[in-house]
């Protein structure tokens, strides 16, 4: 399960990351990176930066372990 929250935040940053471009340059990297945000690649992308968005929310929720 480690490994698949690290894949989450990983697509998170790199969604941030493009979110943050868009903002306050209005570039869309991923868009530009995969031909143009409303090509295949770029909206797979999308999605699978939303599905690791819906998937780290139990991670918010769950103890860390207390350390000594």
Do not use: H
């Amino acid at each position: 399960m480690q490994t698949f929250y690290k894949i989450c935040l990983l697509l998170l940053i790199v969604g941030g990351v493009n979110w943050g471009l868009v903002g306050l340059f209005q570039f869309d990297l991923v868009g530009w990176l995969l031909g143009g945000s409303t090509s295949v690649w770029s909206r797979i992308v999308f999605a699978l930066v939303g599905l690791a968005a819906l998937g780290a929310i139990p991670e918010m929720f769950s103890e860390e372990p207390e350390e000594e």
